[in-house]
């Protein structure tokens, strides 16, 4: 999930493991900023969450899993 800014990114994360918990889903929560993400895009080069999201070409959508 990424959200609008820093401050709002524990809250998120908790809601997600809460939801994770209560039903028997195969996924790994989490929260982001937009800064952050801004920032790992900007990093072409290194390891990181959203480099592997973009190497992937799967992003979880509220119907399921599909292809970019």
Avoid: C, Q
């Avoid at 982001?32 to 801004?38: H, K, P, T």
């Avoid at 920032?39 to 899993?65: F, H, Q, T």
């Amino acid at each position: 999930m990424i959200v609008d800014n820093l401050k709002k990114v524990e809250f998120h994360e908790k809601f997600l493991y809460n939801i994770a918990d209560n039903y028997t889903l195969n996924l790994e929560p989490r929260a982001i900023s937009f800064e952050s993400v801004y920032e790992m895009l900007a990093k072409r080069d290194e390891k990181n969450l959203m480099n592997e999201i973009l190497k992937s070409s799967w992003v979880a959508r509220p119907l399921g899993r599909e292809l970019l």
